[in-house]
C-alpha cells in the first residue's frame, strides 16, 4: 500500500509549529521556561551564541518537519484502518499520540531531572498544541 502524503501539508505543518515555538517560549511563556530551566541569558548576544541559536532553530524545524511527516503517515493509517477523516478524527489521533508519546517521554524532566510541575505543563503544553495544530493542518490539506 503506498502512502499517500501531501507534503505540502507537512512544510505548512513545520513552519506553523516553529512559528508556535517561538510564540510559546518568547512571549508567551519564555521568561517562566527560563527560569524554571535555570536558563539565565546574558545581557548581550554574542556571535557565538547567535551562531548556536540559529543552529538550534534548524535541528527544531528538521524535527518539527518530522514530527509532522511522522503524524501524516499516522493519520493515512487511521483512515485506512476507520474508513473516516477529517479534522476531529485528526485532532483526536493527535490528542492520543501526546498522551502515549510526549507525556511519557517528557515526565522523566519532572520525575528524574528534578523540574518543577509547571516547567513540565509548558513544555508538554507546548507539543499538545503543536501537535493538535499539525494534524488539523494535515486534515484541512489533505
Not at 27 to 52: H, N, Y
Amino acid at each position: 500500500m503506498e502512502v499517500e502524503i501531501n507534503y505540502l501539508a507537512v512544510l505548512l505543518s513545520t513552519l506553523a509549529s516553529v512559528i508556535l515555538g517561538s510564540i510559546w517560549f518568547g512571549p508567551l511563556f519564555g521568561k517562566q521556561w527560563m527560569r524554571l530551566a535555570g536558563i539565565q541569558m546574558p545581557g548581550e548576544i554574542t556571535k557565538a551564541m547567535k551562531k548556536s541559536m540559529m543552529r538550534s532553530y534548524a535541528l527544531v524545524a528538521l524535527s518539527s518537519f518530522i514530527m509532522a511527516a511522522v503524524l501524516a503517515h499516522i493519520l493515512f493509517y487511521v483512515t485506512q484502518f476507520t474508513d473516516v477523516f477529517g479534522v476531529d478524527t485528526a485532532v483526536t489521533t493527535a490528542l492520543w499520540c501526546w498522551l502515549g508519546f510526549v507525556v511519557p517521554a517528557t515526565l522523566g524532566s519532572v520525575l528524574w531531572e528534578d523540574r518543577p510541575w509547571k516547567y513540565w505543563f509548558i513544555t508538554a503544553g507546548f507539543w499538545l498544541v503543536a501537535l493538535v495544530v499539525t494534524a488539523a493542518i494535515l486534515a484541512v490539506w489533505r
